[in-house]
Structures are given as C-alpha cells and as structure tokens.
C-alpha cells in the first residue's frame, strides 16, 4: 500500500506525518527557476566572519556573476537556510553580497560556513560570448583592455551592453591564479591591470578578455557584401545611409556589426594599418586624407542583422 507523506517545514525543520525527523542531508532542494549562477564559497567564519562579498567573488571568478543579480541565496555547506542555521546576518543583498560576521553572534557563537548563489536576467544563463580581445601587453604602464579601445579597434564584436565579463593569461590562467592586483574589470570599463598597482615591481601579467552579451548578439544573420564607392575621390564612402538608398529593404534597421575588408586580398580592415571609420549605426568611411599613403585602399561592407 502506498503511504502518502505529508511534509511540514517548522523552524527549519523537516518532519513526516508520524513525527520521525528527516536528516537534512538526506533532503534533496529543488533547484529553483530562472536564471542562477552556481554555488560560490570564497570564505569561511575562522577569522571575523563569512565574507561571500560581490566584489571578492569577481575578482575570483571573473565573469561567472552578472553585473546587476536580481536576487541572492544562502546556505550553509549542509544545505540550511539561513532562517534554519539562526545566525545573525550582516548583509545579504545583490548589491555587497552575502556576509555574516562572528561579532554579531550571541554568546560568543561563530558563524556557520555559507555558500551564496544570485539569481541573474534570463540572458545571462543563455551564454553568448564574443571572441577572445588581445588589445595591449603590459609592456607600457599595464595591460589595458578597455571596452572603449576594443570597440574602436573591434567594431561591431562587441554588444552594446555586456553582461559579463571574463579574463585570462595568454597561458589559460585566471586572474585569481595569476595572483595580479587588478585595477577594473567589469562590464562598464572593461579591465585594466597596472604594473603600479603590483608588489615588489612586478610587472601585469599579458591578458586577453572577452564578455558576455543578451542572446540575440550571437544570433546574427550576415547580409550580402556591398561595395558602393572607390577611393578615386575623396575616399571610400561605404556609409549606411547611402548604401540603404541604393539597396532599398536589404538591410535590416538595426544592424548589430559591421565587418569591413578589402576587395583584393580580403583583408580585414583592422588589419590594414589605415585610419577609419566603422561602426554598424553608420557603416564604413575611409578618407584619403587621414592616410599616411594618402590614398585609402578599396573596401567591401557587410552587416549582422538579427535572425528573424
């Protein structure tokens, strides 16, 4: 016969019906819906507290938190609740993060070992990553990897708004791994690391970034490459407004990047060596002028629109 358990939830506790408690570690929790990061535990109570603080978890998992949580969930490392464990909590919010300091405890109690979690916008669990940036070396006054320098020497390869961020060595390692004092990194600035920031004269290590973006940045369906002017003149003119004229309905509205080579040898316009401009809101320019050469080599256009 099968007997139908009832299950109450009384002070954190977990009893059936005939009143046998369940052991908690025999209880399985039922992940949540929406979007959540994985189980983070940076810290434990042996000093002043349990210190799971937002900005210590970037610096050591860079990238695997998004920019603005929309929610934040503890447990000690046995599964309860905070309300179970009955600690004192110092902060527990998406904007510090989690922490319980021993000082607040009663009768002279420590705190439990916590591992936080935060909840994230949806986008951020359907990953979608740019390629790896390799902008600068920490040669001069550190490795700067800025989203301002990337987009003008990447442009279109980058969303608008990133949601993550991620860094490593040119070796694999992270940046908890390599040990570096990192002055920025994150999804406003992009990263920086500075050989002042570093002890006894050490120099930054050399790094590469990438970030993570909404979905439908990776969703990009390319259009056919256009080819409106030559350099004869005053320079190349493949600008969007011209090119929308003479091709009417081939180009969506809202262009997500821009890919510009040259029409003999294809190469990839950041790769000429040539002044420009290109971005998908107003295409490609290349004037003449701007030239060392003086004269701008000829260049094909193509936009990523959004996959309808």
């Known amino acids: 016969m099968i007997q139908l358990l009832s299950v109450a939830i009384v002070a954190g506790l977990f009893f059936e019906s005939n009143q046998q408690p369940a052991r908690v570690p025999d209880l399985v929790f039922l992940p949540q819906p929406g979007c959540w990061t994985k189980w983070f535990d940076r810290d434990d109570p042996s000093g002043t507290g349990d210190w799971e603080t937002l900005s210590d978890l970037r610096k050591e998992y860079p990238g695997k938190i998004c920019s603005k949580p929309v929610g934040v969930e503890a447990r000690t490392l046995s599964g309860l609740t905070v309300a179970a464990a009955g600690d004192v909590i110092y902060v527990s919010d998406t904007t510090t993060g989690f922490v319980c300091r021993n000082q607040d405890q009663p009768r002279n109690k420590m705190c439990n070992d916590y591992r936080v979690r ?114 004869s003149g005053t320079g190349d003119w493949e600008n969007l407004i011209n090119l929308r004229t003479e091709n009417p309905g081939q180009i969506c509205d809202h262009p997500l990047s821009i890919e510009a080579v040259t029409t003999d040898t294809l190469t990839p316009a950041i790769s000429t060596g040539q002044t420009f401009i290109s971005n998908p809101t107003d295409g490609f320019v290349c004037r003449n002028t701007d030239q060392k050469s003086g004269a701008c080599r000829d260049y094909k256009v193509r936009f990523g629109c959004p996959c309808n």
Do not use: H
């Open 118 to 231: 935060f909840s994230c916008p949806p986008a951020f669990c359907k990953e979608c990553w740019t390629d790896w940036f390799d902008r600068d070396d920490p040669s001069g006054t550190g490795d700067w990897e800025t989203l301002s320098d990337l987009r003008k020497e990447y442009p279109g390869k980058i969303c608008s708004k990133p949601v993550g961020v991620e860094t490593r060595t040119l070796s694999g390692l992270t940046v908890a791994a390599a040990g570096d004092v990192i002055y920025v990194s994150d999804t406003t600035t992009g990263f920086v690391c500075r050989n002042q920031d570093q002890p006894r004269n050490k120099m930054c290590n050399d790094y590469r970034v990438r970030f993570s973006c909404p979905p439908c940045f990776c969703k990009v369906c390319w259009t056919k490459w256009y080819n409106r002017d030559a350099p």
